[in-house]
């Protein structure tokens, strides 16, 4: 089992970054594939972003790609969530995942869940 916590939300103006992390504690951690996933208010769940064990393959939501960048740190047992360029819409409570399958855009194929960082962006 492992114990997500997640940090780093906060309000940042539109055009503004934040940089999220997720601290994993107990089994290895480099055994997980890990994702973050976003729920605004009145709206599902939806994929942010994921990373497969080692790093070497990431996948991206369209709505976010070429503005945030999902990276692990095995040796430190955190995942991060750079984004950059963030808009009103990208106004969410971030939640990272992780799984024992492989990398995966779905919600329901993730076991472990974090508590949630709230992100809002001012227009």
């Known amino acids: 089992q492992v114990q997500l916590v997640e940090s780093g939300g906060g309000l940042v103006q539109a055009g503004g970054s934040l940089r999220l992390s997720c601290a994993a504690s107990g089994r290895t951690f480099s055994s997980y594939t890990m994702g973050w996933f976003r729920q605004a208010p009145g709206k599902e769940r939806e994929f942010v972003a994921a990373?497969?064990?080692?790093?070497?393959?990431?996948s991206y939501a369209d709505s976010v790609k070429g503005r945030f960048t999902i990276s692990r740190d095995n040796a430190k047992n955190t995942v991060f969530l750079q984004m950059n360029s963030l808009k009103p819409d990208d106004t969410a409570v971030y939640y990272c995942a992780a799984t024992t399958d492989a990398l995966s855009a779905t919600s329901e194929r993730y076991n472990y869940w974090g508590q949630g960082t709230q992100v809002t962006v001012s227009s």
């Open positions: 990373i497969t064990r080692s790093g070497g393959i990431r």
